[in-house]
């Protein structure tokens, strides 16, 4: 079974920082993605990134991008130039690619997000 | 808001009650879940509706039963409950397609204590 751990539960930034969240997964599949997700409090849970295993390049969106290292099953978030609206819940998961049932994303813990003043 | 809501946000209720919860989606996606999410615990995936196929977690106790009327509803009915069941319980949708990488799309969460 694919398992995605957190080691971080919780981190804080002093703002205009860098941050970065720690993931990493265990699977034998060779296809699949990797999310990022963002639960800010009393909010919804919004998407942040995506990361397809077939792809090397790692993705950004503005401000935020992803170490992925494949052979190393680690799959890290960094939050450049941090913002006080960045203070949330960050949620890791996983998604195997294969065609046929794929609707279990598996999620870590989460890592909650303090970002300072 | 995204595009999923659920209701209530906030539920009280006795272990002998019945209540429901209510999730909908007007994105045209064809698949809908119900997550648990536990304080520290990863999120918990209960149920599955996709192209009306449920799926779901054998480990998801009776108490818990879901129904899912048309793509856009999505209910969760709650029957004697214990306190251990106290938790978010987060709806999501997406477009199922034949590859992993479509996205969720989550609701606000029914927060749920069960005395």
């Known amino acids: 079974a694919q398992t995605v751990t957190q080691s971080q539960p919780e981190m804080s930034v002093q703002e205009a920082e860098t941050v970065t969240l720690s993931c990493t997964y265990d699977t034998s599949e060779s296809d699949y993605y990797l999310f990022w997700y963002k639960q800010p409090p009393s909010r919804q849970m919004i998407l942040v990134i995506r990361q397809e295993a077939y792809k090397q390049q790692n993705a950004t969106e503005n401000r935020f991008s992803v170490n992925f290292q494949k052979a190393a099953k680690s799959f890290s978030l960094k939050i450049s130039d941090s913002q006080l609206g960045d203070a949330a819940m960050y949620f890791c998961a996983y998604r195997r690619g294969l065609v046929g049932n794929n609707n279990d994303m598996r999620f870590g813990a989460g890592t909650r997000l303090t970002v300072k003043p | 808001e995204t595009g999923v809501t659920q209701t209530p946000r906030h539920l009280v209720m006795g272990m002998t009650n019945k209540k429901s919860l209510k999730c909908e989606q007007h994105l045209g996606h064809n698949a809908m879940y119900w997550y648990k999410q536990s304080a520290k615990k990863p999120l918990e995936l209960m149920f599955v509706?996709?192209?009306?196929?449920?799926?779901e977690n054998n480990s998801v106790p009776s108490r818990f039963s879901p129904e899912c009327p048309n793509s856009s509803h999505l209910f969760l009915h709650l029957h004697t409950l214990q306190p251990e069941d106290s938790a978010l319980y987060l709806c999501?949708?997406?477009?199922?397609?034949?590859?992993?990488?479509?996205?969720?799309?989550f609701g606000a969460g029914s927060r749920l204590t069960v005395l």
């Open positions: 999501a949708s997406s477009r199922k397609t034949s590859g992993g990488a479509n996205v969720l799309t």
């Open positions: 509706y996709s192209l009306e196929e449920r799926v």
